[in-house]
């Protein structure tokens, strides 16, 4: 597996990519104002274009089997995963696992925050696995979601 970076150029893939990875979480939780699936091409664009941005396609055999976002000013600050996503007919076979330590490997093992679905045990238990801990910091986005924070010294 390997860590494609993405450009601007790359906007639509990205669009079209996050469109069908979150499209299930949308449906049952209608987050429509913070969900991936909404995103617009614009604010993918300025996203793309921040200097402490790296967008990552996943490949594995030639085939995009998702992307990861990492933000890193790189002055030792926390870096952040928002989002990592996998696309559906890809799951279960750990690409994520395998973005996360590629991640880490590009932009050092320690420091990390990020924030999951707590209703998605899945991804708690992935990051989880990675070493990843709740902070305790969590924020209530409906009656049916509330995404909650993780770090990794």
Not at 111 to 136: D, F, P, R, S, V
């Amino acid at each position: 597996m390997q860590l494609v970076r993405c450009t601007v150029a790359n906007r639509e893939l990205i669009r079209e990519m996050q469109k069908e990875a979150f499209a299930e979480l949308l449906q049952r939780y209608q987050d429509y104002d913070t969900n991936p699936a909404n995103e617009t091409i614009e604010r993918i664009t300025w996203k793309l274009q921040q200097p402490d941005c790296y967008f990552y396609r996943i490949e594995m055999d030639g085939e995009t089997v998702g992307a990861i976002r990492v933000v890193d000013a790189g002055d030792g600050s926390r870096k952040r995963i928002s989002p990592l996503f996998i696309l559906p007919q890809y799951r279960g076979k750990g690409y994520a696992q395998g973005a996360i330590l590629e991640a880490e490997k590009r932009h050092g093992s320690h420091n990390w925050e990020l924030g999951t679905i707590l209703q998605e045990a899945g991804n708690c238990y992935l990051y989880e696995k990675m070493g990843y801990h709740q902070t305790g910091r969590q924020t209530v986005i409906n009656d049916k979601m509330t995404i909650v924070g993780y770090e990794k010294d």
